[in-house]
């Protein structure tokens, strides 16, 4: 059977580069094993999920290249939710807890006191009809948790290797509120299973998460999907990435200029085995990740790393793949191949090449280093038509008339002509600016 993978967001806000690496593992395992991928909306969270986030999620992954396979909603499966709850219930697994937040606060404190783990003592078993009857006078609503066997849960995970929980140390999760509504847990195997999720990749966070998940799976007799965890990207300080840092979502990075290539690149390969370099295509990157390769300690995500792999992106990029963008700068089409092959190694992002557009066609202010070598150089400055040799003919042409040699020659023309003391090769970049305005900056 061919592998179904997934990712499942909430759209309660951007879709982040911390969000960016389940979903290309996922994507990519998915093309290199012949699988699928389902995006899966975890939009039980009714209050906070949006048809705003929901629809940017499926922007953000368009953008990186992911195209999903399958769609689904946690919120169309209510009725999946609540059938695999009583099933539960009538199985003795779940039930009803009356304890408010307080009280289970003072309890977890009193167990700590006693040098006892803080987790839940299982009172709720004990109570009789009655009292649950007198509870719910009182206008207590009970949530409800699931009856762990105190047993320990293994599993061969694609990133870790063998893996195991000990649930005699956890407490009874909570699946379901006094509300009514559900928490994560519940409806993600629910869904995976009934969705036919074969493979669950996702972030180390959830280790313990899957030990209580699969005696779920178990419980409801449902398949148990394989299994991986991989470290999680933090931030160049070690900090956990979160949807609050909106300078790292997806959507900032796009508006800033960065490709997706650079973004799925550093995403993916940072904190792995392999090297972290540019990689163009998905077909490409999806041969680097081996999942039973990546590191066990975090990832850090470093944004001047993400620059320099955007410049190695851009440096090799052809005209054609940029001319669309390069005439929304304002490049004529006739000049764009010209242009693009005389700027790119001069750029981070190809919005850059707007600056030296300014320059090839004004206005710029002129600098005067040195009046004499520009004197010299409007005097002796070739008539047209103008090629890649005219600025090694034409500067030959001043350092005789002047002496003036290196960077003494060069850069009184460079600033005269750019207004700037760096940039791309001027034997590439004159041709473009012409005769008439270099004669122009020269006075």
């Not at 048809?51 to 992954?61: P, R, V």
Request: charge should be negative; proline fraction near 7%; glycine fraction near 8%.
């Amino acid at each position: 059977m061919a592998p179904l993978v997934r990712f499942a967001p909430s759209p309660t806000g951007y879709l982040h580069i911390g969000n960016a690496r389940p979903a290309l593992l996922n994507a990519l395992y998915a093309r290199a094993t012949g699988g699928r991928f389902l995006l899966r909306l975890d939009d039980t969270d009714r209050e906070r999920s949006t048809e705003t986030f929901a629809a940017a999620i499926g922007e953000d992954l368009a953008w990186l290249g992911i195209v999903p396979d399958l769609h689904a909603r946690q919120s169309e499966r209510a009725d999946r939710h609540d059938a695999a709850a009583e099933r539960l219930r009538a199985l003795g697994r779940l039930y009803p807890c009356y304890e408010t937040p307080d009280e289970l606060e003072r309890r977890r404190k009193r167990q700590l006191g006693r040098g006892l783990p803080p987790i839940y003592d299982r009172a709720a078993l004990s109570l009789t009809a009655e009292q649950r009857a007198a509870l719910e006078a009182e206008g207590r609503r009970p949530h409800w948790r699931f009856k762990l066997d105190h047993r320990i849960v293994s599993w061969h995970d694609l990133v870790r290797g063998e893996a195991h929980v000990d649930c005699a140390s956890l407490s009874d999760p909570v699946l379901v509120r006094a509300d009514g509504s559900y928490l994560y847990t519940l409806p993600s195997v629910v869904d995976d299973a009934e969705l036919g999720v074969t493979h669950v990749i996702r972030g180390e966070d959830h280790v313990t998460n899957t030990g209580v998940q699969v005696q779920i799976f178990e419980a409801l007799g449902y398949p148990v999907p394989v299994f991986g965890h991989h470290n999680l990207l933090t931030t160049a300080d070690g900090e956990g990435l979160s949807k609050r840092l909106g300078h790292l979502s997806l959507r900032s990075l796009r508006e800033a200029g960065y490709e997706p290539a650079a973004v799925r690149s550093l995403a993916v390969l940072t904190g792995s085995a392999e090297s972290v370099r540019a990689v163009a295509g998905l077909d490409e990157l999806a041969a680097l990740v081996d999942l039973a390769q990546i590191s066990r300690a975090p990832a850090k995500f470093d944004p001047h790393e993400l620059d320099t792999l955007n410049a190695r992106l851009v440096h090799e990029m052809p005209p054609e793949a940029v001319r669309d963008r390069l005439a929304g700068l304002g490049v004529p089409p006739d000049a764009a191949e010209q242009f693009w092959l005389a700027v790119r190694a001069n750029l981070v992002k190809v919005d850059d090449a707007s600056t030296w557009w300014r320059v090839v066609a004004g206005p710029v202010e002129p600098v005067s280093a040195d009046a004499g070598i520009v004197a010299a150089a409007a005097e002796t400055l070739p008539p047209e038509p103008w090629g890649p040799e005219t600025w090694k003919a034409w500067t030959s042409a001043v350092k005789d008339r002047t002496g003036a040699k290196g960077k003494a020659l060069f850069m009184p023309l460079r600033l005269a002509l750019t207004g700037l003391d760096h940039g791309p090769d001027l034997s590439a970049l004159l041709p473009l600016i012409g005769r008439e305005r270099a004669a122009q900056r020269l006075q």
